[in-house]
């Protein structure tokens, strides 16, 4: 049906996956941390997808629902850790978190 | 259909381009739901279309609708979107682009001559997503329910107003 390679189904994944990464790295706002790991899981998501369909196996989509799971899991507890620290520090930067006390 | 490949992988790649460098939240947001639903797209034309399904029901309808409360909670106003502005200087995209470049390279390196032929597209149908699921990776699936609970108690201890006091063991120092 399409005429596209597993190499160029990575590359998408690649990318998108960098872009994440650069975008955890860059953004000091935990809001926009938090989206670029959105970003980033969904490019493993990508990844999966792509080679299950390579070899015809569900198993990439199994592993896709798994990852998606995971992505809800760790938002909520990411999200209400955000509302934590705005609580607190009445700041969304993530430096103003920098001291744990115990 | 492989026109449509190219145009959804490119329309993802500058939709999250653009969500990843905007100062307001709600903009990066939107763009991200664009971004999710270009990948989508390209779920759809590689063959798995319960994905397809899934990706826009879960990611783009009930995580990022999760992201949007949470940043109508915080009201954010115009002094935020101008800190913003400040923190995102071209300046501090520099070192990190670089050396996040540097391994996409490496990456593209590792991933050329992988495989040249063509994917096979033909359709991976839910029944056979489900059967595989509840049989093979059963245990999975109960380990992602177990997952799934601790999230919502975290999510709920974390969350949950305290008062003062941040921790029980505190309670002395405070």
Redesign the interface.
């Known amino acids: 049906m399409i005429n596209i390679s597993l190499e160029t189904g990575l590359l998408l994944a690649g990318i998108l996956f960098f872009m994440g990464f650069l975008g955890v790295m860059v953004r000091r706002n935990v809001i926009f941390m938090l989206m670029s790991v959105e970003v980033m899981l969904n490019a493993a998501g990508i990844a999966f997808v792509m080679a299950g369909s390579h070899w015809h196996q569900p198993d990439g989509q199994v592993m896709f629902i798994f990852i998606l799971t995971m992505a809800a899991a760790e938002v909520s507890v990411g999200l209400a850790i955000l509302l934590q620290l705005h609580k607190h520090y009445k700041s969304l930067d993530a430096d103003a978190a920098n001291k744990m006390k115990g | ?2 026109v ?2 190219y145009i959804a ?1 490119a329309v ?2 500058i939709t ?2 653009l ?2 460098t905007r100062a307001h ?1 709600v903009h ?2 939107l763009y ?1 739901i664009i ?2 639903l270009g ?1 989508s797209v ?2 759809f ?4 279309p ?2 397809a399904a ?1 990706e826009v029901i ?2 783009a309808g ?2 990022m609708v ?2 949007l409360f ?2 109508m ?2 009201s954010v106003g115009k002094a ?1 979107i101008e800190q ?1 502005k400040i ?2 200087k071209p300046r ?2 520099v070192g ?2 670089i050396f ?2 540097i ?2 390279v490496l ?2 390196l590792l ?12 359709i ?1 149908a839910p029944k ?2 489900g ?3 509840f049989s ?2 059963l245990l ?1 699936v109960e380990i ?1 329910a177990v ?2 609970m ?3 108690i ?3 201890h ?2 949950r107003g305290r008062g003062k006091v ?2 029980r ?2 309670e002395e120092s405070q």
């Open positions: 259909m492989t449509i490949f992988a993802a790649i999250t381009g969500a990843l939240a990066a947001l991200l971004s999710l990948v390209v779920f034309v590689s063959g798995a319960f994905i899934l879960i990611y009930a995580i999760l992201f949470v940043i909670m915080l935020n913003e923190w995102i501090t995209w990190p682009g996040s470049l391994l996409l990456f593209i991933v050329s001559g992988f495989s040249d032929t063509p994917i096979n597209s033909a991976i056979q997503v059967i595989s699921l093979k990776y999975g992602s997952l799934l601790a999230g919502i975290g999510a709920y974390i969350g941040k921790h063991f505190m």
